[in-house]
T-cell receptor
Framework: NAGVTQTPKFQVLKTGQSMTLQCAQD?????MSWYRQDPGMGLRLIHY???????DQGEVPNGYNVSRSTTEDFPLRLLSAAPSQTSVYFC???????????????FGPGTRLTVL | AQSVSQHNHHVILSEAASLELGCNYS??????LFWYVQYPGQHLQLLLK??????LVKGIKGFEAEFIKSKFSFNLRKPSVQWSDTAEYFC?????????FGQGTELSVKP
């Protein structure tokens, strides 16, 4: 299994440009999520999905869109990049426990995004 | 506001010293608790988790954590750290399907 994969690893954008960060998992996990990591702020949840066709907002959703057309893929779209979106972005996936709890999340290697 | 707080931003220890990293959360009701570790240049990995049962949880690499419900705490401990434990440590709480992270604690272990 490749686990959780993310592309690209690095990206530089100009303010106002759009792009899509790709995330895929081959573990048949229902739950997928996107986080951004900024120094001194830990990881903050952007959007998450509990299954194909279902997405919801996390702590910091503004400026980001997601969709979940398949179980495997969960792309994150920046429609109009801003310098405040300079960050490291992590995708993660997990499956629920039998009690409906959120189980261990498996993280991808991250995408380092710089917006000039 | 609901939050997860890690008291120490940067901890510096010598090898063989004992470690305790604090984590407090402000959510009521049922929570699931996690500690993740991020080694330099790597992505996050699970150290341990608590769902229910024995409040003393053992994880990988000799780490353990104690859930104290009355104090809303889930502190991470290790009796004797090694240089290879140098990393950033994150506490996280699952609240209604959302995983909320603390700010992280950077641990530096001097050989």
């Amino acid at each position: 299994n490749a686990g959780v994969t993310q592309t690209p690893k690095f990206q530089v954008l100009k303010t106002g440009q759009s792009m899509t960060l790709q995330c895929a998992q081959d573990m048949n996990h229902e739950y997928m999520s996107w986080y951004r990591q900024d120094p001194g702020m830990g990881l903050r949840l952007i959007h998450y999905s509990v299954g194909a066709g279902i997405t919801d907002q996390g702590e910091v959703p503004n400026g980001y869109n997601v969709s979940r057309s398949t179980t495997e893929d969960f792309p994150l779209r920046l429609l109009s990049a801003a310098p405040s979106q300079t960050s490291v972005y992590f995708c993660a996936s997990s499956r629920p426990t039998s009690g409906g709890h959120l189980n261990e999340q498996f993280f991808g290697p991250g995408t380092r995004l710089t917006v000039l | 506001a609901q939050s997860v707080s890690q008291h120490n931003h940067h901890v510096i220890l010598s090898e063989a010293a004992s470690l305790e990293l604090g984590c407090n959360y402000s959510y009521g009701g049922t929570v699931n608790l996690f500690w993740y570790v991020q080694y330099p240049g790597q992505h996050l990995q699970l150290l341990l988790k608590y769902f229910s049962g024995d409040p003393l949880v053992k994880g990988i690499k000799g780490f353990e954590a104690e859930f104290i419900k009355s104090k809303f705490s889930f502190n991470l401990r290790k009796p004797s750290v090694q240089w290879s434990d140098t990393a950033e440590y994150f506490c996280a709480v699952n609240v209604r399907g959302k995983l909320i992270f603390g700010q992280g604690t950077e641990l530096s272990v001097k050989p």
